[in-house]
């Protein structure tokens, strides 16, 4: 598949055409942002990583019958997906309070809910992509009525599947983002995007350790580190044990944090 123009540059990812005039090539960047785009830093080996993940993870959701925008991995950095339209609301997903949420609602941190809570942000850099209830979704024709029960009983299934392939490796899965598009090929709302620690809140089960961006969020140090362990858990990468099996990357991923 051969690699056309950039069609659209965001913060850690790079779309590029293909030679399919309904598919096109997903590039993951080592580039961070948090706190809307005002701390950043370049993660050697992050897009990698997240390339990796997200891929094991569509895969594992298309096999469970969750459409979505995954062809197949092509490189290391890069992805043929379904070009899509996205639909401009970031899903949030939550299972256990933490973020933004315990700050906007003086709950304690690590407060379990007794059901999945779903929120809307309207995908907004410039307005720090605010949260927004449905009827604002409806009124603006961001998506209508039926495309949004649709998504929001996709996100519980992804919610159901996610937290049992998780627990299964010994993670919490606290909360994730995801995003929807519709299909250029047919006009099908479909599951885009990806799902990686860049999107989740991924615990240990037993320490309660952070796997995912917060590392960088809250600067926990080993950001690299905690992504390698959801990679080898999951089975992508392979542990050294004993000196049986190398790490299967071309070079060893050292944590290198560039200030920009
Ligand atoms: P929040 O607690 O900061 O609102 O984040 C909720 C979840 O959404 C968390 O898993 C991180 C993820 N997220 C993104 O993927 N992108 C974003 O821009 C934001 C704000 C959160
Ligand atoms: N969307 C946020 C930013 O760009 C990233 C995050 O907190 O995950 O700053």
Known sequence: MKKGKKLYEGKAKIIFASTDKNLVIQHFKDDATAFNNQKKANIEGKGILNNRISEHILSALKDANIENHLIKRLNMREQLIDLVEIIPIE???????????????????????NRPLI???????????????????????????????????????????????????????VDFKIEFGKRKSDGKIILADEISPDTCRLWDAETDKKLDKDRFRKDLGEIIEGYQEVARRLGILHEQTNNIRPIKFPKPIEVKIKKK
């Open 91 to 113: 899903f949030i997903v939550r299972n256990i309070v933490t973020g933004s949420l315990t700050k906007r609602l003086n709950i304690e941190d690590g407060t379990k809910l």
């Open 119 to 173: 929120e809307f942000c309207y995908k907004n850099d410039g307005l720090g992509d605010p949260l927004v209830a449905k009827e604002h979704i409806y009124a603006f024709e961001w998506a209508s009525e039926k495309e949004i029960d649709y998504i929001t009983e996709q996100c519980m299934r992804i919610n159901d599947f996610l937290l049992g392939m998780f627990k299964g490796i010994g993670i919490k899965l």
